[in-house]
């Protein structure tokens, strides 16, 4: 821990924000005024060591902008939902006090619940706090008790996930530490600079030490510029390689069969499936864009990495992946290669994508799933999944829901219409897909929204009460990581900012403002941390409330061999699957996303085009979009469409151009960008608030409700549009 100048203190929290760094944060608090002066990163945490990325190294300016949602407030009477003029968004509203806030939630909530059934109420919530408190405790326990509907939350991970539990049985995987002693790195579908900022120098050490990095990513991002090798894959075509990639491996004998026969079932059925002349590199090359040299020369190198004294090869597989049509079938694909080639068994090989099933928090305990049995409904209310949004808000109770991805019977839904939404840990109106028709039902005059924020955001423009939250500086809690192996407490370093307040007040004293009656809504932070922790798991061995408060972090006490290495999925005790090895199958096979230059919807015509809508390296989603120094490190993607030139030569574009990118859900527009970041055949863009964009839209607009083949997740990656331009405009592109 930091020493503290004369005057301050120095409070140890953590940043709770989506990403798999779960940083260990240190706050210098001024003794005397209670104002946080300084953020650093936790010198002492083994994977934070001291600093922290650029998003979260200006935190206090989120902490202590003067944009922030500090009181309670109502929409005035006669003022229309829609979009608000950012900086003026207040006008709009009345300021209120708490006392009055809930007694109005709680009397609509009950009205809706008594004329339209409870479960036409419907919870909206992501990762806006990863906290074990702030993401899933009491709240869930307010909605089960209230009988609402229940939230599917696909949005960003849940087909990569289901997939890597389908194969080994739980979201565990290579330390970020043991990367340094791995020889080849695969970063496929992730762009570890810019958002995964803590393995890098992890991926430094190993590459001075001799490593190789490779990129497989459609878009040149900061990791693929910095890398060893870029292989530009197109869209959705990850399947496609992984099996040519496995066809070279097991055509050379390159597999490892003792640990396939002693660690997995459905090898022989695998190898005959990759084996067949369509997953030949010929075929894979016309497929994915790549070299048919350049497949076979990836499969060897991962393959003979490890072998005859040199170090293993490692894979940090990515969401980026799975936001594909197939992309559970992807990410299952690549999550099979370890397997194959045996890299568990060494130390620095294996493959990361989530380390989060391995930290056993009693979250069964934190949410009571059984208050349901207690609602109006006494029974499990039914479930929406929230990729699906607008389907939600505009045909729920007017027709069934139909999953329009693959086998995702959770989106079909019966049941009555929406009627109240209460939105918190995300911006629904930025983030969800297909965002016209999320618009056009939060713009309902019968739809009553609650919206807890910290700022005026997209989704709060549609609110009819706002409700101002705590960032992670303000409130205790509990965290485990995506990303690494430590549990971490949360200390409040300074009080919350005028009436800011947590999601477990909130949700507890609305609670109680309902009638409900169970003591669980008495619980304080302190009660809940402690039964986060309530678990007899070997792996929270020496994980204690006291000893957290002590220290910080603490590691989990994972099983190591005889050298003191901690290797996942060396042996089959590591596994947890229903036959206790890796499984293999159903095999992995190819298929074409609806929306791609191989699809049905490319046979059209009509849109082209493959559309990447990007994460922005410097925001957190939408996160920190409205913040002046964010914007500035993000100035030159801002409003901007990434064209190959042949594509853009091919419409009589050039950089600056102003141009219209529509298909038929929605349009922009943007400032068109010729270079090579992307190939021909894609155009890309990043997300943005809709209110910060040119013309009010962001790119979902142009993004589909269509689900993923597993884990019933958001396609954004499978999507067709048309650009043209617009007109001249000047711009410095220097």
Known sequence: MSTAPAGTRVVHTVCSHDCPDSCGVLVTVDSLTGRATKVQGDPSHPVTRGFLCGKVARYLDRVYSPERLLYPMRRKVGVAKGPLPKGREAESFERISWDEALELVAAKLKTIAAEHGSESILPYSYAGTIGQLGYGSMDRRFFYRLGASQLDRTIC????????????????????????????????????????????????????????????????????????????????????????????????????????????????????????????????????????????????????????????????????????????????????????????????????????????????????????????????????????????????????????????EAACVEGPPVKALFVYNCNAAAVAPDSSRVLAGLRRDDLFTVVHEQFFTDTTDYADIVLPATTFLEHKDVQGAYGHLFVQISQPAIAPLGEARSNVLLFSELGRRMGFEEAAFSDSEEELIAQALETEHPWFAGVTKERLEREGHVPLALPQNEHGEVLPFSTREWFRTPSGRGELTPVPRWHAPHESRSGVAASEGKY???????????????????????????????????????????????????????????????????????AAGVVAARLDWHKLSEDGANVNALTSERLTDIGGGATFYSTLVEVAKVAEIAADWS
């Open 608 to 678: 082209p085009l493959e559309f990447l809508p990007r994460k922005a390296d410097n925001y957190m989603n939408s996160t920190f979009a409205n913040l002046p120094g964010h914007q500035q490190m993000e100035r030159r993607t801002a409003g901007v469409l990434e064209m190959h030139p042949v594509d853009a030569t091919a419409r009589g574009i050039v950089s600056g151009d102003a141009v219209n990118v529509w298909n038929g859900r929605g349009q922009i527009a943007l400032t068109a960008r010729v270079g090579v970041a992307i």
């Open 157 to 408: 991970s849940t087909a990569g996930g289901d997939a890597l539990v389908s194969v080994n049985g739980i979201k565990l995987g290579t330390s970020p530490q043991d990367f340094t002693h791995a020889g080849l790195i695969l970063a496929w579908g992730a762009n570890i600079h810019g958002n995964n900022i803590h393995l890098w120098p992890f991926i430094e050490e190993a590459r001075r030490n001799g490593a190789r990095l490779v990129v497989i990513d459609p878009y040149r991002t900061r990791t693929a510029a910095l890398a060893d090798e870029h292989l530009a894959i197109r869209p959705g075509t990850d399947v496609m390689l992984v099996l040519a990639m496995m066809h070279v491996i097991f055509r050379e004998g390159l597999e490892d069969r003792e640990y396939l026969a002693e660690c997995t079932t459905g090898a022989e059925e695998l190898r005959a499936h990759a084996l067949r002349a369509e997953y030949s590199p010929a075929r894979a090359a016309e497929i994915t864009g790549l070299d048919a040299d350049k497949i076979e020369q990836l499969a060897r190198s991962y393959a003979t990495a490890g072998r005859g004294g040199r170090a293993p090869a490692a894979i940090r597989l990515n969401y980026g992946i799975q936001r594909g049509e197939y992309g559970g079938t992807a990410a299952r694909a690549v999550t099979m290669l370890p397997l194959i080639t045996g890299s568990w068994k060494q130390h620095g090989g294996g493959l990361q994508l989530s380390t989060s099933g391995s930290f056993p928090f009693n979250s069964k305990r934190l949410q009571m799933p059984e208050l349901m049995q207690s609602s109006p409904l006494g029974r499990a209310s039914r479930v929406v999944n929230m990729s699906q949004l607008g389907h939600a808000l505009t045909e729920l109770g007017e027709k069934q829901i139909t999953g329009q991805g693959i086998g995702i």
